[in-house]
């Protein structure tokens, strides 16, 4: 069964409580496996062009209304604040989003820690701030229809004027849709209340809706801050776009240093990350990979951490336990579920190999574009790398950094709880550089129209 038929057999239309036909599908609807697409960068050079192309684009977009239907294709678009400006939204609407999207993904750097190889100096030039006006992507489930989408959309720009394609990346994943360390990747997901889709075992109560789609109540019970006017931001969402080149090579060094066999190394490899290749959880699977349980996604993700509060199991610092610490005590208290993510991350390049070597590395061809929605993003990545990923006072391991995204400024180390004394490996690098990113607000279909046609002219000539 395909991972689309498997939501589609979990889905539930007398429990839907969202606008599904005017939230835009990429929001609530997983990505298929094995899948392909593409990620297109666009630049508004005038106003009334950028206008017109959102205008044809949006026919072509999906909304959330489709879980049951066997799409071989979907489209999304995001905008950045520098893009909403371009298409003439006035200044007291542009004023009503958040500071950080605001400011842009690179000046807030520091917030991000965002510094050294990972700094915006170091960026892709179609990362230069202000330059990413639309970010359009399309998921696909083969060549073929990713092929036949990009038709569609290409025929769309050409008969826009006033807008430039800065550049196109082309990503894709084949069966079990692996990271380019060769993990399976995008397990957990949360629930989200009233999207008609009933949680899978280990992903508990749904969250509320407003977390991650604006005008819902969220987990305070009051729907979050939102763009105005209501037509804008309603149904609408934000996004964290963020490019990753993978060192594998240098990955796979760390571990050949460390792990005399090449048991030992895939068991260091399945620490640091909290899960097998397969997807097997540690929590599950502490002894030895089970492909089995790692591809079943009723069990892969069934599991809690009460029972392993030291973390001999599933190490404290590892990147899933600090991503989503479930119900871990921790020691800076958090609410878990005001920073859950839907992730839509997408890799690039050759499949894992044991044989990438570190001068492998300068090609710079593997990679991850690590993608999310949340009503709360900016805020979430900011304490996401401030606390989670390059700190680890939370969980009582001061400064040590999450072992897979975390920024490593000299080599640093990877702490394994176990008996009789916690074991420390040295050597941990960076092994996820930086190259570029923006912070985006995905409007619903109803914005997307509303934007091309200047909606606030009319509402100027109500008043």
Known sequence: MSIIERLASRFRRDTVSLELDDIQALILRSRPEPYVGIHAMLHFDEAEGARDLLGRLAPHIAS???????????????????????????????????????????????????????????????????????????????????????????VELDRAMGVTLLGEHRFGAPEGAKNPFGFRDSISQPAIEGSGVAPLPGEARPIKAGEFILGYPSETGVPLAMPEPAVLGRNGTFVVLRKYQSRVGCFNAFLKANGETAEARERLAAKMFGRWRSGAPLALAPNTDDPELGADPRRNNDFAYADDPKGRLVPLGCHMRRLNPRDAEL???????????????????????????????????????????????????????????????????????????????????FTIPQTPARKRIDGVQTFNVMKGGEYLFMPSLSALNWLAKAGWRNAAKHD
């Open 64 to 154: 959330a209304d489709t879980w049951t239907d066997e799409l071989d294709h979907w489209i999304g678009v995001a905008i950045s604040y520098e893009g909403l400006q371009a298409l003439g939204l006035p200044e007291d609407q542009l004023k009503t989003f958040p500071l950080p999207f605001q400011q842009g993904m690179a000046a807030r750097a520091p917030q991000l820690r965002d510094q050294g190889p990972n700094a915006p100096e170091n960026w892709d030039a179609v990362f230069t701030p202000g330059r990413c006006h639309l970010a359009l992507t399309i998921y696909a489930v083969d060549d073929a229809a990713l092929n036949r989408a990009l038709a569609s959309a290409r």
């Open 331 to 413: 020691t800076l208290l958090t609410d878990v579920n005001i920073h859950r993510i839907i992730r839509r991350s997408s890799t690039f390049g050759p499949v894992y190999s044991e044989d990438v070597v570190p001068a492998d590395d300068a090609k710079g061809e593997r990679g991850i574009f690590f993608i999310f929605v949340s009503a709360r993003a900016f805020d979430t990545i900011e304490f996401m790398q401030q606390e989670w990923i390059n700190r680890g006072n939370f969980i009582d391991l001061g400064e040590e950094r999450d072992p897979v995204v975390g920024l490593h400024e000299g080599e640093q180390r």
